[in-house]
């Protein structure tokens, strides 16, 4: 096990069990008697593992979780989580080792004691493939096995709590920064004086992931490419919120967009910064400094308080008085947690099922990226900015703090 998972007085300590026993205090007000996690930001937040197979929870109404594993990744969750032990156990597609069977005849024996109770599941919706909703086939599966047991959706018990993060979390993200800003000061110096030409995307997607391994990331954690580099007509792509790198060389007289990201025990850093290589003109630095000026002032408009529509219409309204608002893609924020948790703010609690209630009201220590798409198409040019904010009563902190500025490089 790390020893910043049980030495409390490191800065990237987290309370473990005090989660689970909130878990257990949340499931009681909904009169569940277990809670079957198998979504990913669930595993990451309730083991401190990352469990890129399918994977589950089993949470009881009192006492410690079980998780269970796929069999081939089960030995490196036990050796790193929390978790004792005999709280790590291995399915297998054999007879009876498969994943329904054995968390069905635990809850049945263990938790249960071969009464009837109430299950909650993870049954919503996500926008990104690995979300780890029950699929139809789990989900029928568990309804037979764990008969006459009720199983209901639940899944907003642990989107709540993941919510407003503890100072141990927020610290892991400012270190998950500190390496992304460590990457992006070392590629400026690889760039400068003329070290971009010949260079294609996906060289900048590796030198980035070097430098940033070098500091001590652990993985480029997006599921949308890892570093996603864009440079030229793509950065222009309008409703493009990622761009995988491709093998597109660098060229003269045109935008670079650098989208790094790095992971330090589970939590995200994700900072994007543009360039303009070897020069620029007037219309071009026309477009940089409209979206220095949109930037800057949606890092100043977030606080406890507001929300997501209100925030849009403040900004946007900005953009409209100085005229590039047909150049903004309307959005102005994505969510954060530990991996996993990547793209719903706030609850599910807004008009539309399973996605952001745009008049969610932020509160004091959540945390999002600020993030913002600037396209212009037909000219061949964009730019993106992304950076995780603590939300505080007056104003909000930026993580990464590489300046932001588009500069050419020549």
Not at 109 to 138: D, F, H, Q, S
Not at 343 to 358: K, Q, S, V
Request: aromatic share 12%; hydrophobic share 40%.
């Amino acid at each position: 096990m790390s020893r910043y998972l049980s030495d409390k007085s490191s800065p990237y300590y987290i309370d473990h069990p005090g989660r689970i026993k909130a878990v257990q205090e949340l499931m009681a007000k909904n009169n569940l008697d277990v809670y079957i996690g198998s979504r990913l930001r669930t595993m990451s937040w309730t083991t401190d593992v990352f469990c890129p197979w399918r994977s589950y929870i089993v949470i009881p109404a009192e006492g410690l979780p079980t998780a269970f594993i796929f069999v081939i990744d089960s030995g490196r969750v036990m050796d790193e989580t929390w978790l004792p032990e005999d709280n790590v156990m291995a399915f297998a597609p054999m007879g009876g080792a498969d994943q329904l069977t054995i968390i069905s005849d635990f809850i049945n024996e263990e938790c249960l004691k071969g009464k009837k109770g109430r299950i909650g599941v993870e049954a919503g919706m996500g926008c990104y493939l690995p979300e780890g909703n029950l699929t139809w086939y789990e989900y029928k599966g568990f309804e037979e096995m764990l008969a006459p047991s009720e199983i209901v959706n639940a899944l907003d018990i642990i989107d709540e709590l993941q919510m407003i993060k503890d100072e141990g979390t927020m610290n892991r993200f400012r270190h998950a920064s500190e390496i992304c800003d460590a990457g992006h000061y070392a590629f400026l110096d690889d760039i400068k004086n003329g070290g971009w030409k010949g260079m294609t995307e996906t060289e900048v997607a590796g030198l980035c992931g070097y430098h940033m391994r070098k500091a001590g990331s652990l993985w480029e954690w997006s599921f949308t490419g890892g570093n996603e580099i864009a440079s030229g007509y793509r950065t222009g792509l309008a409703a493009c919120a990622c761009t995988p790198a491709t093998d597109k060389k660098l060229e003269y007289g045109e935008p670079l967009m650098v989208d790094i990201h790095s992971m330090f025990m589970l939590t995200e850093g994700d900072h994007s910064h543009n360039y303009f290589l070897g020069s620029a003109t007037d219309r071009q630095m026309w477009h940089a400094h409209n979206f220095e000026t949109i930037v800057e002032a949606t890092l100043n408009a977030y606080k406890a308080g507001v929300s997501p529509s209100s925030l849009s219409e403040e900004l946007l309204d900005l953009a409209a008085s100085k005229g590039f608002a047909d150049y903004m893609v309307p959005g102005f924020e994505h969510g954060i947690g530990m991996i996993g948790d990547e793209w719903r703010i706030g609850l599910n609690d807004g008009p539309i099922p399973y996605w952001t209630n745009p008049d969610h009201i932020y509160q004091e220590n959540e945390m999002v990226i600020c993030a913002m798409q600037y396209a212009c198409p037909e000219e061949d040019i964009g730019f993106r900015y992304e950076n995780p904010i603590i939300i505080h009563k007056d104003c909000c902190e930026w993580l990464s703090k590489f300046p932001l500025k588009i500069e050419v490089i020549e």
